[in-house]
């Protein structure tokens, strides 16, 4: 009975008071109207390369390495928009975790809905959502589970208030969290007729990994998580991404027919067919990907880093 008592009122030690601070400060920012909320991201995003030189450098590097064929110039262009992109995804964290549902729907289509219910023949088997890392993403996991509530397999935040605050977030409108590392609670889920989200193309490290394409990249380390669910429980795969639409007008969640030919039984193929779907994904709107965490940290043994 203490122990359930002190631990909330740990939360307010002043070492944490600047983080409460600043989620004060988003909370109020996100009451503002939203074509404001708009201008002001973009401009914080693009003040932010001053300062964050490290994750500029990161995602130029990454901008290279994914597009080999186009100039110095028109990098530094998709740089700045990513930048942007970045300062509104901020706001979108607020909205997605602040705002009441009437303001959400306000400003969201949805096309494909009906491709979150699982198909006659794999009706026991559920629906595994491949996700992509957007700036978008808080807003994504509101929206989605508006839509269909699910289980939602994300890496638990390092920090306990942010840990808080992010399950609170994701949870608002029927989402469950259930940490990346439990795959086998996923394929029960999915074995009951569940939806799961999953996304797959960041860089997890050498451990459980492949080595195959993404973008300009031959070898970049791909998860096997996605493999290892569906050979187990043998769902119907899906992709969902929201997307930001031209000119201030909202947004999109798009939720993509069942994915065909799904390689079920070849952990390699499995990889390659999950690149190339997240390629074409992030193609629909590549300045909003989060470019700025290091997709090609992992390299095979003897490689140099890609990132030197």
Sequence with gaps: MIQR???????????????????????????????????????????????????????????????????????????????S?????LMETGMAWFWPDRRIKKWFDVVGLENLDASPEKEQNGVIVIGV?????????????????????????????MELVQKWGRSRSGNSLVSRKKLVCMVHTLKRGGVVWFAPDQDNGPKGSVFVPFFGVDQTATTNGTFTIAKLARPKLVTAVVIRKPDGLGYQLIISPELQNYPYDDNVAAANYVNRVIEAEIMKAPGQYLWLHRRFKTRPLGEKSLYI
């Design 85 to 89: 992109s970045l300062g509104m995804g």
């Design 5 to 83: 008592w002190l631990t909330p009122l740990s939360y307010m030690h002043p070492r944490y008071w600047l983080l409460w601070l600043g989620l004060g400060v988003l909370y109020l920012l996100v009451l503002l109207p939203y074509p404001l909320l708009l201008r002001l991201g973009g401009r914080m995003g693009l003040l932010s390369m001053r300062f964050l030189k490290r994750r500029v450098s990161i995602a130029k590097r990454n901008l290279e390495l994914s597009f080999p064929a186009i100039e110095p110039d028109q990098i530094n262009l998709k740089l700045a928009d990513n930048f």
């Design 133 to 161: 890392h957007f700036m978008t993403l808080e807003l994504h996991f509101r929206i989605l589970g508006h839509c269909k509530p699910m289980t939602v397999m994300y890496r638990p935040h390092n920090s306990k208030i």
